[in-house]
């Protein structure tokens, strides 16, 4: 059983910042890649950024480069997203998500790759 927490959320003001926190348990030596994705009411699931397990590679989205940087700790079995300059479009629940090996056909960008999902946390960006 792999459960994921996500924790760090909040309102800020424009131009804030907030560091999310994901924390993984059960089977999470079996991880080959952890990410973040954020989905609006009505709107599809949207990829954030990733980082792969083992290697350390990471990966952001084209809308947050610059801003947000993913970040792993796998003596703690944890993944962090530092946000920054933060603005009123980031408002959205936020989504921590982990994928196995078996699934590396597909994309670190895509919903696909990740076999488990936390329950999210909510980021508000407003003055």
């Known amino acids: 059983q792999v459960q994921l927490v996500e924790s760090g959320g909040g309102l800020v003001q424009p131009g804030g910042s907030l560091r999310l926190s994901c924390a993984a348990s059960?089977?999470?030596?079996?991880?080959?890649?952890m990410g973040w994705f954020r989905q609006a009411p009505g709107k599809e699931r949207e990829f954030v950024a990733a980082v792969n397990w083992s290697a350390g590679t990471t990966y952001h989205a084209d809308s947050v480069k610059g801003r947000f940087t993913i970040s792993s700790d796998n003596a703690k079995n944890a993944v962090y997203l530092q946000m920054n300059s933060l603005k009123p479009e980031d408002t959205t629940v936020y989504y921590c998500a982990a994928g196995l090996a078996e699934r590396s056909r597909y994309l670190a960008a895509s919903s696909s790759r990740y076999n488990y999902w936390g329950q999210g946390t909510q980021v508000t960006v407003s003055a």
């Open positions: 059960g089977r999470t030596f079996s991880f080959a890649i």
